[in-house]
């Protein structure tokens, strides 16, 4: 089912937001020197949290359960998974969103070693799930999903063997990035609703401008490594994983929403 222009704005844009907000909350809050993400910020350790989150959120889609051959067993765990995770994160972060931005901030900075305790067990019991294969695959998929985003990824940056000064460089793109698509896609910006088309290009353009400065951060044998990470193509439509337990949050519509095919926008 093809998404309207207008949907397809709303979701790509919030795709691209949540793909870059780690990076940018990791350089707002300081990392003092510690690039694990201690507690001074988030660093690699939100790279870890959105790498078994992620995996799981996809795994929840129809078509990536149908790439990877995945049998009704499998489908079941990973439903009761997906259950299980979305569950501790509404207990992890209640009342979260009520605290003014400092104590926000101060409270995610302590949540932060739980955070990555739980994911790093999350993300053994979604390999449990699935064969070697299916792994390797779904990290293919995930990489061409997320695009550059995936660079926050732990295990795609120690296989990239990216520096502590290209990781640098590339949040501080990020972040710049970060600002520029909030101010541009603002309530307000662009002319409303009718102004959808122009909207959409801009969110391209300001994405492919994003993706062209942290690639050229990379050297020539990262950035070609890094395409091959990629694997053989996997056409996806981005607004698919609304409503799926994903994005979309708790009891968000379900299973045999959106059939189809899309466009991939990596």
């Known amino acids: 089912m093809r998404v309207t222009d207008k949907k397809w704005v709303v979701c790509a844009?919030?795709?691209?937001?949540?793909l870059i907000t780690a990076a940018a909350e990791a350089q707002q809050q300081g990392r003092r020197g510690n690039r694990g993400g201690g507690p001074g910020g988030f660093g690699r350790g939100?790279?870890?949290f959105n790498g078994a989150g992620a995996r799981l959120m996809y795994l929840q889609n129809d078509k990536v359960q149908k790439e990877l051959e995945l049998v009704d067993d499998q489908k079941d765990?990973?439903?009761?998974?997906?259950?299980?995770?979305?569950?501790?994160?509404?207990?992890?972060?209640s009342g979260l969103q009520d605290l003014p931005q400092e104590e926000r901030q101060e409270k995610m900075r302590e949540l932060q070693p739980k955070m990555e305790e739980s994911q790093k067990a999350l993300g053994k019991q979604v390999d449990e799930v699935l064969m070697p294969n299916q792994r390797d695959r779904l990290k293919q998929i995930t990489v061409q999903i997320q695009g550059t985003g995936a660079l926050s990824d732990e295990e795609v940056a120690k296989e990239l063997a990216l520096s502590d000064d290209q990781e640098k460089q590339i949040q501080q793109v990020r972040q710049e990035a970060f600002e520029k698509?909030?101010?541009?896609?603002?309530?307000?910006a662009g002319g409303g609703d009718n102004d959808r088309d122009a909207r959409r290009e801009r969110m391209q353009k300001a994405q492919k401008?994003?993706?062209?400065?942290?690639?050229?951060?990379?050297?020539?044998?990262?950035?070609?490594?890094?395409?091959?990470?990629?694997?053989?193509?996997?056409?996806?439509?981005?607004?698919?994983?609304f409503g799926q337990g994903g994005?979309?949050?708790?009891?968000?519509?379900?299973?045999?929403?959106?059939?189809?095919?899309?466009?991939?926008?990596?």
């Open 13 to 18: 844009v919030a795709v691209a937001l949540c």
């Open 46 to 48: 939100m790279g870890r």
């Open 77 to 93: 765990q990973i439903k009761k998974l997906g259950d299980k995770s979305r569950e501790n994160m509404r207990e992890m972060f």
């Open 181 to 188: 698509m909030r101010e541009n896609f603002r309530p307000g």
């Open 209 to 241: 401008e994003t993706d062209d400065k942290v690639l050229a951060v990379l050297t020539s044998e990262q950035r070609d490594k890094f395409e091959k990470m990629k694997g053989e193509k996997f056409e996806f439509d981005p607004s698919q994983l």
């Open 247 to 266: 994005f979309g949050g708790p009891g968000g519509g379900g299973r045999g929403q959106r059939r189809g095919g899309g466009n991939n926008n990596n």
